[in-house]
């Protein structure tokens, strides 16, 4: 009876995890981010030069996640991850001593990477992992939601979209950095407890592979999910681009609002949080007519935008902000739609990732390094525009 209880809460528990992983990683960025700022003036060089290690490191996590989706059978995967958690907690607590900060007057890039490396690299590094591995492991599970798993990627996202919220809000206000750090630690903890609970839940209920030890270590993990053809490049290449577009969108809606409408204090939590959003809604195993209407509403409100930027219509800065934001989540839902709608069988659900994170930190480069050598205006935001109108697809199939 507790064995049926508890199988029938796996979603509950892999969600929980995912949910937390994910809101910590979100955390600590903002957290090391608000440790180091001061200590440097400030400047948009150190946030651009923190937002870039921690792109890198995500991809990095995805990439181990899938090599070792992919080459090691499920329980050298387990051992191999829960053994790499338990070293990362050799960099808590997270707090950055202020003798090792890079000195403000030299170029800070190389002191700042080497500084974020050595106090958050281990536990960023592994918890970027844990999404994607968490999601294989429970196609592994025999649970009747199995195999489709991709339902938890919402789980992980409502976990980012409400660290964003939460630490502007009522985190940073209320807890001095030290104790953000302390109580960051003990929540690491807590995740590593619950994907060790994870982890035994995996291997207690494996049914799609040979349950004999010898044999199951021989086989990678992905390999016992399905016998799908691995995706082909187009497949992968359009991955990169519908996730390339909302990511460099993203950057240039708030660029573009606080440089030419107004500028409003942590308006870039608006555009990330709705981001995150439209991942949490596509993923969520939602009726497919909130993608379809989206595909349609998209050129409507582009449209709109060339209207109101082509003529002499007076519109007030708090529709031309809503219409942006509206036009900027559209295009999400569009393209983070097309991206959920063509995702892979479990079995590719590590290589799916790896190559979304691709797109995303693409989009992050181009932004953050491409466009201000070379434009001279935030040109960037019409052009990506442009881009995520073309890519709407000329008709919606049902799949």
Same mark, same amino acid.
């Given at each position: 009876m507790l064995g049926r209880l508890f199988f029938t809460s796996l979603p509950v528990l892999f969600s929980l995890t995912l949910f937390m992983s994910a809101g910590f990683l979100f955390l600590v960025e903002l957290m090391i981010a608000k440790m180091i700022l001061p200590l440097l003036g400030g400047t948009p060089a150190v946030w651009n030069t923190c937002m870039m290690f921690f792109q890198v490191i995500l991809l990095a996590g995805y990439g181990y996640a899938h090599i070792s989706g992919t080459k090691a059978g499920i329980t050298r995967q387990i051992l191999i991850h829960l053994t790499i958690l338990l070293a990362a907690c050799i960099a808590l607590p997270i707090a950055i001593p202020r003798h090792w900060a890079p000195s403000a007057e030299a170029n800070p890039i190389g002191g700042i990477l080497l500084l974020l490396l050595i106090s958050v690299g281990p536990p960023f590094f592994v918890l970027s992992a844990t999404a994607p591995l968490l999601q294989q492991w429970f196609s592994r599970t025999g649970h009747r939601s199995a195999g489709d798993p991709y339902f938890l990627y919402s789980a992980s996202n409502l976990g980012s979209m409400l660290a964003l919220i939460s630490y502007p809000t009522w985190i940073?206000?209320?807890?001095?950095?030290?104790?953000?750090? %302390? #109580?960051?630690?003990?929540?690491?903890?807590?995740i590593l407890a619950l994907t060790a609970l994870c982890a035994a839940a995996?291997?207690?209920?494996?049914?799609?592979c040979p349950p004999e030890e010898t044999l199951e270590d021989r086989i990678p993990a992905a390999a016992c999910v399905g016998d799908d053809p691995p995706p082909t490049y187009a497949e992968r290449g359009r991955w990169i681009l519908l996730a390339f577009v909302p990511s460099s969108l993203m950057l240039g809606v708030t660029t573009f609002l606080s440089t030419d409408v107004a500028a409003i204090p942590l308006f870039w939590v608006i555009p990330l949080s709705l981001y995150? %959003? #439209?991942?949490?809604i596509v993923f969520a195993r939602v009726p497919a007519w909130v993608h379809t209407?989206?595909?349609v509403l998209f050129p409507f409100s582009?449209?709109?935008l060339i209207v109101m930027h082509f003529t002499d219509i007076d519109v007030p800065k708090w529709v031309s902000f809503i219409l942006h934001l509206v036009n900027f989540f559209l295009c999400c839902m569009v393209c983070h739609g097309e991206i959920a709608r063509r995702r892979p069988a479990a079995g590719h659900l590590t290589a799916f990732y790896l190559w979304i994170s691709t797109g995303g930190m693409l989009g992050g480069i181009f932004n953050s390094l491409v466009a201000p050598v070379t434009?001279?205006?935030?040109?960037?935001?019409?052009l990506i525009l442009v881009l995520g109108a073309l890519l709407l697809p000329l008709r919606y199939k049902k799949e």
């Open positions: 940073e206000p209320h807890f001095r950095l030290a104790q953000q750090g %302390l #109580s960051w630690s003990l929540g690491y903890v807590v995996t291997k207690r209920y494996l049914s799609l995150l %959003l #439209s991942f949490i209407n989206a595909v582009i449209t709109a434009f001279t205006t935030v040109f960037e935001y019409p």
